[in-house]
């Protein structure tokens, strides 16, 4: 169902950039089959798409079918993995301009995704006047931004409608057994949607994380799901034409042969937060120990005329991944002019799509020529069905990818360095020597 291309990184690989990586991609394989290699506790992600709890998966539907009906507006609360999935399949199925554009449900506002002060406000004002619910979304349940979120908007909801109507609009998605936000939950009679213990926040998008916003949205999750399905059953075979494989190889041997940036490419506007959901998966799994490849996202054509430049001619550090869609949603002709005071009649009659599909070979073919690698994944469309089968592939592929690296996949130490200092620097109760010390360094 999706197509993977690598015969424009030819050129930059090695002869032997696959077949010198097959024992290790096969023992990465197995590692994440059996979750016998590093990080193995959280490899309840790789069949997930088979082996999602079903139970579960019609509360998500039924709840997503009450919120739909009752609701105007959904505040889905949370950050990093507990966030970055579901919008990225919003916008990429339905549109970055969902909350202007949808017909028959609520609005989607993601909060507690950040501290800007603006920003709540921003929301806030938005739904207001509006009948709405909340999604809060955490499986610590202990992470400062979406819980201090939740704080302000559960306030609101008991305001606006009584702590016992208000507790029937709040859906808690969070950990099975333990943390601050199940307890809550709990105390408070919430209906609750599981974060699996052995799924991490940045493969979580597959689990109620993210189904249950992306439901109310109105997106198909019994398609996603199936396309998730249809990918795992291809890529965990193993195999030198499996795609996963190739994308974790030739990533590594380019990563090996100099290459520090990888840039992840779309021509959909709608494409841009599936970028960065795509860098939270690759830059938490791979960036560790010093290592990795940094991983950043551009739209074009609109960036040709920004980024563009760099990539063309600065410095030789990156190569691409073109995420492709082959099938348009409509058609718009380009209208003949018998002035062509534009010069623009020899495009005339053509659809805006061909003009599209030539910008992309044209640049592809400029970004090999200027020393930028070129990988390409194809998808038949932005349905539900292909979304999932992406999803999965950047996962797997990512997964794979780790192991080749040898750097543990599933932690990610790194994010608590700011956590602890913020928490020093606020005064929570445990860090008064820490606070000290920061405070007499700045
Ligand atoms: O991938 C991760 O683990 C992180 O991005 C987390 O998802 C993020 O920090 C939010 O954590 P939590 O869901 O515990 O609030």
Redesign the pocket.
């Known amino acids: 169902m999706l197509k993977f291309d690598t015969s424009n990184a030819v050129p930059f690989l090695p002869e032997n950039w696959l077949t010198s990586r097959l024992d290790a991609l096969d023992s990465a394989r197995v590692k994440l089959e059996n979750g016998s290699g590093l990080g193995g506790d959280y490899t309840g992600w790789v069949h997930l798409p088979r082996d999602y709890d079903k139970e579960e998966f019609a509360r998500i539907q039924a709840a997503a079918e009450r919120i739909r009906k009752d609701s105007q507006a959904l505040v889905v609360i949370?950050?990093?993995?507990?966030y970055l999935g579901a919008r990225a399949v919003v916008e990429l199925v339905n549109s970055p301009n969902f909350n202007l554009t949808h017909k028959n449900g609520p609005a989607i506002y993601f909060a507690g995704n950040g501290l800007s002060t603006d920003a709540m406000l921003e929301v806030i004002d938005l739904i207001k006047d509006k009948d709405w619910s909340i999604n809060v979304?955490?499986?610590?349940?202990?992470?400062t931004e979406?819980a201090v979120a939740f704080r302000i908007f559960k306030n609101l909801l008991e305001e606006k409608y009584g702590k016992e109507e208000a507790r029937k609009r709040i859906y808690a998605t969070t950990d099975a057994h333990k943390g601050a936000l199940k307890g809550l939950a709990d105390a408070e009679g919430y209906e609750e949607f599981v974060?699996p213990d052995a799924v991490?926040?940045?493969y979580?998008v597959l689990t109620a994380v993210g189904l249950l916003p992306i439901a109310c949205a109105g997106v198909d999750i019994v398609e996603l799901m199936a396309g998730a399905e249809e990918a795992m059953t291809a890529l965990t075979a193993p195999g030198q034409d499996n795609p996963a494989w190739q994308y974790a190889a030739a990533r590594h041997a380019l990563y090996t042969a100099g290459k520090k940036v990888e840039i992840l490419v779309g021509y959909e506007p709608s494409f841009r937060f599936f970028g960065e959901w795509w860098k939270?998966l690759f830059g938490?799994t791979e960036g560790k120990e010093g290592k990795a490849l940094f991983p950043a996202s551009v739209e074009f054509t609109a960036d040709l005329h920004s980024m563009g430049q760099y990539i063309q001619q600065g410095e030789r550090l990156m190569l691409e991944t073109v995420v492709r869609f082959e099938k348009s949603r409509g058609s718009m002709e380009i209208p003949h002019d018998p002035d062509n005071v534009d010069g623009l009649n020899f495009l005339a009659g053509k659809d805006l799509s061909f003009v599209a599909e030539q910008a992309m070979r044209g640049t592809l073919l400029a970004h090999v020529d200027g020393g930028v690698p070129n990988l390409m994944v194809t998808a038949p469309g932005r349905d539900a069905r292909s979304v999932g089968a992406l999803i999965y592939f950047f996962e797997y592929a990512c997964g794979l990818s780790g192991y080749l690296l040898e750097i543990n996949p599933f932690d990610?130490p790194g994010?608590e360095a700011y956590k602890n200092n913020m928490y020093a620097l606020l005064g929570k109760p445990g860090y008064e020597d820490k606070k000290a010390e920061l405070e007499a360094r700045l």
């Open positions: 949370g950050i990093g993995g507990s979304i955490s499986k610590s349940g202990t992470t979406p974060v991490g926040g940045r979580s939270q938490e990610q994010v």
